[in-house]
Nanobody, 130 residues
Framework: QVHLVESGGGLVQVGGSLSLSCAVS????????MAWFRRAPGKDRDIVAA????????YYADSVKGRFTISRDNARETVSLQMNSLKPEDTAVYYC???????????????????????WGQGTQVTVSS
C-alpha cells in the first residue's frame, strides 16, 4: 500500500513562514518524482512545486517562485515545502503527490506537465491571515 501523510499546516500571519512535510511509504521513494499541489476555496487544484527522483530538477508555479522551496530527503523518505513571505492567496489545502509513471524525469517542464501523480495524501490546511 502507498501512503502519503502531510504535516506542518497551520495558521500564519501575512509575510510569515511555514514548512510542510510529507512522509512516504509503500514505494521505493528514491525512484519517484514528487509534487506539492494546493486547492484554494472555490478554485481548481493547482500544482505548486515538484522535484524529480534525485532532487536535481525542480518546478515551481509562477505564483510561488522566489518564495517557496521544495526539497527531498531520500534517506528519510520525505518531501518538504518551505513557504516564505506568505500571502492570503496562499491559503489552501496542500497535498503531496507521488509520480507512479516509472519515468526518470529530468526537466522542470516535464515535472509541471506530468499527469501521472497518481497517489495523494489527505492534505494539510494552510491559512494565511492579516
Amino acid at each position: 500500500q502507498v501512503h502519503l501523510v502531510e504535516s506542518g499546516g497551520g495558521l500564519v500571519q501575512v509575510g510569515g513562514s511555514l514548512s510542510l512535510s510529507c512522509a512516504v511509504s509503500g514505494r521505493t521513494f528514491s525512484e519517484h518524482s514528487m509534487a506539492w499541489f494546493r486547492r484554494a476555496p472555490g478554485k481548481d487544484r493547482d500544482i505548486v512545486a515538484a522535484i524529480n527522483w534525485r532532487g536535481t530538477s525542480t518546478y515551481y508555479a509562477d505564483s510561488v517562485k522566489g518564495r517557496f522551496t521544495i526539497s527531498r530527503d531520500n534517506a528519510r523518505e520525505t518531501v518538504s515545502l518551505q513557504m516564505n513571505s506568505l500571502k492570503p492567496e496562499d491559503t489552501a489545502v496542500y497535498y503531496c503527490a507521488l509520480d507512479d509513471s516509472g519515468l526518470k524525469i529530468t526537466t522542470p517542464q516535464a515535472l509541471g506537465i506530468m499527469r501521472s501523480y497518481d497517489y495523494w495524501g489527505q492534505g494539510t490546511q494552510v491559512t494565511v491571515s492579516s
